[in-house]
């Protein structure tokens, strides 16, 4: 799966409606508001990512 992190609003995003629509089409799920903080590892692969709310 594909989760995407973007720091700003969904409307600031430098993409076109369609391109979105088509990535939620494709299961990609789009996290707004948030600065990633670290990327948790385990071994080649990650295991997760810290991220910060933005204002």
Request: aromatic share 6%; net charge negative.
């Amino acid at each position: 799966s594909v989760t995407l992190m973007y720091r700003r609003t969904e409307a600031e995003m430098p993409a076109v409606a369609a391109e979105i629509e088509d990535a939620r089409a494709e299961g990609v799920v789009f996290r707004f508001l948030l600065a990633p903080l670290e990327i948790v590892r385990d071994g080649d692969r990650v295991h997760h990512i810290k991220a910060q709310p933005m204002r």
